[in-house]
């Protein structure tokens, strides 16, 4: 006769298991339902899961010519890396379709916990891909498509309450207005707040951006600044900070560099250096202080400022995602200063943005409801596709 575990063991053994493990596991029993929906269960799995979890590389409106996708077409392909066998590590991709309307052109794209935001000329959507969740946010007839963005969180107190999500929204670029607005909104009130003279701001679009821990940060000159510098938004105090370059960085030529953040294993600011000058790529981490990690030789044709990502797999390789203008090339490097590509994906045409950092998540979007859904005039509705993926968005008349 089998034994039964005591529900604490079951519990302890599922914060363990991967997210989109779970998600499938809600239909066994209604007891595994309930939990895997509490708060505190998610904090709990999101805390053991750091740097666990398989990552991804988010792209937007990318028409791929690969024999990985079922679908010529798709708005959205999220690149991994499966290392199943170590000698020949392959891609791992997953297509999702958010939006399937024309007219909603997604600009571009942040990521906290599994949650994306979608940033579009009028409009702003939260979406999380694997619970097949999205809500749209209203941020004014403005085009807001050339503010720079971030998500992010305060920690609760209370286990038994889940992470309260914010947005951080700022404009970018050269300014009359010497007074830079910075809009913060919280997800689970639906309430902007505004803030003057907090941020002198950036002079252009930021290259990079990344959340850690809640905390959303950016790479970028700002104003009165000769160089580069790292700033990051704490939500907890509603003010700027700042994070100086690691040495190889600081005082460099922005045409001779490009500058890329990341999280190194769920709980490390990361950062990639690559300069065309020594024709290295550096990896720097931080800790108490910046640490190189690694230097690999630059791959072929892979100066592209600003439309590299990059993130760490589970045994310490490096999966860099580079984008042209017409193809991403995806590399696989180590520590033996060796860099393979592992392939070529074609695109149609020139897309905006640059990849994303994705990890997939048991978080719930703030606010989805029927109620936040009739607020912001639109609604989501779900369409089933052979992975699984895909919503489709209707506005109301």
């Not at 379709?97 to 007219?103: D, H, I, R, V």
């Not at 950062?271 to 030789?297: A, F, N, P, Y």
Request: hydrophobic residues 35%.
């Amino acid at each position: 006769m089998a034994m039964e575990l005591p529900f604490d063991l079951v519990e302890e053994i599922l914060s363990w298991v991967p997210s989109k493990s779970l998600e499938r596991f809600r239909c066994t029993c209604k007891q595994w339902e309930t939990l895997i929906s509490e708060p505190r269960f998610i904090n709990k799995h999101l805390s053991n899961m750091r740097g666990r979890e398989e990552q991804f590389t988010v792209f937007n409106d990318v028409t791929l010519v690969s024999h990985f996708t079922d679908s010529s077409t798709v708005s959205c392909v999220c690149v991994g890396i499966d290392f199943d066998d170590l000698n020949e590590p392959r891609l791992n991709m997953h297509d999702f379709e958010p939006l399937l309307s024309s007219s909603l052109l997604v600009k571009n794209m942040y990521h906290c916990d599994g949650l994306l935001l979608y940033v579009m000329r009028t409009h702003l959507l939260v979406l999380n891909p694997l619970l097949k969740q999205g809500r749209w946010i209203k941020c004014g007839k403005a085009d807001h498509s050339l503010d720079a963005y971030g998500l992010g969180y305060i920690s609760s107190n209370q286990p038994s309450c889940g992470n309260d999500y914010k947005m951080v929204r700022f404009r970018c670029g050269r300014s009359k207005d010497s007074s830079i607005k910075v809009y913060v909104y919280e997800l689970k009130s639906d309430y902007w707040k505004v803030f003057d003279n907090i941020f002198d701001g950036f002079l252009e679009w930021p290259e990079s951006n990344v959340c850690l821990r809640g905390t959303p940060y950016w790479i970028g000159y700002v104003k009165g600044r000769t160089c580069k510098t790292i700033e990051s938004f704490d939500f907890s105090k509603e003010r700027f900070e700042t994070l100086f370059l690691p040495p190889s960085a600081i005082g460099s030529s922005r045409l001779d560099n490009s500058l890329s953040l990341g999280v190194f294993r769920g709980d490390k600011l990361s950062i990639l250096h690559e300069s065309r000058v020594t024709g290295k790529i550096q990896l720097w981490v931080m800790k108490k202080h910046w640490s190189k990690l690694m230097t690999i030789s630059t791959p072929e044709s892979s100066m592209f400022p600003r439309y590299s990502s990059y993130f760490i797999e589970k045994n310490g390789k490096l999966v860099l995602s580079i984008r042209g203008i017409n193809y991403i090339k995806v590399y696989i490097a180590g520590k033996d200063d060796e860099c393979q590509n592992v392939e070529n994906l074609c695109m149609d045409h020139l897309t905006s943005g640059s990849g994303c950092y994705y990890i997939p998540s048991l978080v719930p979007v703030p606010g989805f409801d029927d109620e936040a859904k009739r607020r912001s005039g639109f609604v989501l509705k779900k369409e089933i596709y052979d992975n699984g993926l895909g919503f489709k968005a209707q506005e109301l008349s």
